[in-house]
């Protein structure tokens, strides 16, 4: 791929599935200690922070399954700037950061059954045999570079990756456009024993298959993981309901709520400022300081000036 902006899903997914093997234990714990009224009030002070984190987690799965669609676009226009750049290195297997780029166009190939970016064509128009495998002194070698602006060695020709097993007839790789290369052979009308299919197509195809399994699988966990939250909640509510009663072995009841949505989301609002008004640094303890110093400073003139008393 040419960008990295379609991996921000799948390292979204890594992230949170990660993270969420964490807080589903931390559940796990809290509903075990549940069942003991001395354990479970070490969990009180944590779960405030829980909730805030599992929340947190739904709402990037929710982004996840958003891009993944959206981004959908952009996958197949990076998918082939990036097979282009391919291409055109394939030949760099003596350049320091390209040295694997033939074996993973090779194997792309083969595994997804393609060839070149659109098609078979693309390998026309660029030189994927390296200077260093060609005969300068050669008649052919000389007129092919010098027929090209560029000065290019290019062939009508595919690497052998091209080939599709499945074809009845030897593989034909090279003078593909040359009629009377091969026997009994047409270039316009033939059926070539080549993969038909643009890589760019194949993983364009192989990738939305993956993205559009994502998006429901990951709007079932989205489910669970909510499912998880408010049926921890309830528990908390219960807990908590129970411990403050006379006897702990009543019927207690669990809420989501304590008070209304309203009530509820201004509570928060007041804490987050309680909490921004710590944070900062009081204004008035700065500017006692050169109060306190000054006082200081008319005491000891006072004293400097008052007579010495004589013994």
């Not at 282009?84 to 059954?113: A, H, S, W």
Request: include cysteine.
């Amino acid at each position: 791929m040419e960008n990295t902006e379609i991996h921000v899903v799948p390292n979204i997914l890594l992230m949170v599935g990660l993270a969420s093997i964490g807080t589903n234990w931390i559940a796990s714990r809290v509903c075990q200690d549940s069942l003991d009224m001395s354990r479970f009030p070490r969990w009180k002070g944590l779960l405030l922070a829980w909730f805030a984190v599992a929340t947190l987690l739904c709402c990037l799965l929710v982004t996840v399954v958003i891009l993944s669609y959206a981004l959908q676009g952009r996958l197949e226009e990076s998918l082939k700037i990036g097979l282009r750049n391919g291409i055109r290195f394939y030949k760099d297997t003596d350049v320091p950061g390209r040295c694997f780029q033939k074996e993973t166009i090779d194997r792309l190939q083969m595994e997804f059954r393609c060839c070149g970016n659109n098609n078979y064509k693309d390998w026309f128009e660029v030189q994927w045999v390296s200077n260093r495998y060609l005969d300068f002194t050669s008649k052919d070698v000389k007129d092919r570079i010098r027929s090209n602006v560029d000065g290019r060695y290019l062939l009508d020709g595919v690497p052998f990756s091209c080939c599709n097993p499945g074809s009845p007839r030897p593989c034909l790789q090279n003078h593909l456009t040359d009629n009377h290369a091969h026997y009994n052979y047409e270039y316009q009308s033939e059926d070539l024993n080549l993969f038909n299919r643009g890589c760019r197509q194949a993983l364009t195809d192989y990738y939305m298959g993956l993205m559009n399994s994502t998006g429901p699988g990951v709007l079932s966990v989205i489910l669970i993981q909510v499912s998880v939250i408010l049926s921890l909640r309830y528990l908390q509510t219960a807990v908590e309901g129970a411990m403050a009663s006379e006897n702990p072995e009543d019927d207690s009841v669990g809420y989501l709520l304590e008070k209304g949505l309203k009530d509820t989301f201004e509570d928060i609002k007041s804490k987050a400022q309680d909490l921004l008004k710590l944070a900062q640094v009081d204004p008035t303890t700065g500017e006692a300081c050169p109060e306190a110093e000054d006082e200081k400073a008319n005491n000891g003139t006072d004293k400097a000036a008052s007579p010495t008393p004589t013994s």
